[in-house]
């Protein structure tokens, strides 16, 4: 089933998410074939787990830590979030690695924690500006996946991928469609060479400037599975309409 993930970043009181499920829910309810994702910030978890149940719609979380406690402060572990209903968690998105400085090592950690722990994680891929203009595309994104999923190439199919070029991310220039499949292309044959029993579970997204306008165009591509939303995710009738473009 294909996936439309919203990537709420830091944006929205618990106060504002009641208001924005309350008028998502009714625009989305009549859709049985497709999986809806919304990944808020850690302080409206508990406000979105409340309104969000009883649907069918999933909550996520936007990141989390390899240990299960400890002296981490400001970290939030993978069974404090199980324990509030998420069924995902985002790893590795560009703002964590670029903004934060997480490398591909510790990226690795949190998806072991993930598997070990039950929780689905959606792993974020992708180029800078100067990789693509250089033509290394395949080789940063391959770079990613190889040391990402290092001891756990036998789970492939517990994973989801989102392609997300960062020179696209909330600049309104996204990738174009063509350019979109030729990646995650190379991401499925990446993985078919990763894991020598893929089951072609894993979904491969994008990410990066998707709007209401162009989103159904990136799901007309063979190898795009869903959609990893930001910006566009913030107003529940633009996500609404993401979400039902195709």
Known sequence: MRLIAANWKMNKTPGETKDYIKKFLPLVSDLRDREILICPPFTSIPASAE???????????????????????????????????????????????????EDDELINKKL???????????????????????????????????????????????????YEPVWAIGTGVPATPEDAQKVHRFIREMLKSINSNFENKTRILYGGSVKPDNAGEFMKK??????????ASLDPESFARIVKSF
């Open 112 to 162: 072991i924690a993930c598997i070990e722990k039950g929780i689905r994680p959606i792993l974020c891929v992708g180029e800078r500006l100067e990789d693509r203009e250089a033509g290394m595309t395949e080789k940063v994104v391959e770079t990613q996946l190889r040391i990402a999923l290092s001891r756990l190439e036998n789970h492939t199919d517990s994973i989801d991928i989102a």
């Open 222 to 231: 063979e190898d795009i599975d869903g959609l990893l939303v930001g910006g």
């Open 51 to 101: 309104f969000l149940k009883g649907t069918s719609i999933k909550l996520g979380a936007q990141n989390c830590y390899f240990e299960d406690s400890g002296a981490y402060t400001g970290e939030i572990s993978i069974p404090m979030l199980l324990e509030l209903g998420c069924e995902y968690v985002i790893v590795g998105h560009s703002e964590r690695r670029h903004i934060f400085g």
